[in-house]
């Protein structure tokens, strides 16, 4: 099955702790992004790549990195700097501009910071 | 200051009517215009996206967009209890290279009542 793969599905962690968050995609798409959603918003960008070994950051990218060291992953660090973490965390995939080359979510990861 | 306003709802709706949901947005250069269906705890679904002002059907839906009003809608038809879910509107703008930035609204919850 073609898609894209988050995990864990949920993520406990106390406070001060780095913690990776992993996104892999098996549909060759070229771009990769990371979102945030907090309860009753909408989706905010953290961080996008469009190709292996180099990305840009999004509008909310303090406290996170990322890396894109293979085409199928974009990995996550939420660290400790990043002052409210607990969040919905999705990532998504797009192909290219193109209409009908629309941007596609995994199912996300639900990280709790106490 | 790029934003998208959504009436919060919650909007409710008899099964079989028309559920109408309406978006604005305030970069006069967004490109791509996008509704995605969000059910609770799960991660957004693309359901219709459309570029060119006017109207785009696909089954029960149907997206309209006016650039000049800075306006985009989502009708429902013959609304089921299976829509009952949070409907986002995402703008879209072309990054350099291969990206997109998508702007979410904070999400219409529509609930429709058997």
């Known amino acids: 099955d073609g898609g894209i793969t988050q995990s864990p599905k949920y993520l406990f962690r106390k406070e001060g702790q780095n913690v990776t968050l992993s996104c892999e995609q098996n549909?060759?798409?070229?771009?990769m992004y990371w979102y945030r959603q907090d309860p009753g918003q909408g989706l905010r960008l953290i961080y996008y790549s469009q190709i292996v070994n180099d990305f840009q950051k999004g509008d909310i990218a303090e406290g996170y990195s990322v890396s894109r060291e293979k085409k199928e992953s974009f990995p996550l660090t939420v660290t400790s700097a990043q002052k409210n973490p607990t969040a919905f965390y999705l990532c998504?995939?797009?192909?290219?501009?193109?209409?009908?080359?629309?941007?596609?979510f995994g199912p996300g990861t639900r990280l709790t910071v106490t | 200051q790029k934003e998208v306003e959504q009436n919060s709802g919650p909007l409710s709706v008899p099964e079989g009517a028309i559920a109408s949901l309406n978006c604005t947005y305030s970069d006069r250069g967004s490109q791509s215009f996008f509704w995605y269906r969000q059910y609770s705890g799960k991660s957004p679904e693309l359901i219709m996206f459309?570029?060119?002002?006017g109207d785009k059907e696909d089954g029960r839906f149907t997206a309209q967009l006016n650039k000049a009003s800075q306006y985009v809608s989502l009708l429902i038809r013959d609304s089921q209890p299976s829509d009952s879910a949070t409907y986002l509107c995402a703008v879209g703008r072309d990054l350099p290279g291969s990206a997109r930035q998508l702007t979410f609204g904070s999400g219409t919850q529509l609930t429709v009542l058997p």
């Open positions: 998504a995939s797009s192909i290219g501009l193109a209409e009908g080359y629309e941007q596609y």
């Open positions: 459309i570029y060119s002002n």
């Open positions: 549909l060759n798409h070229d771009a």
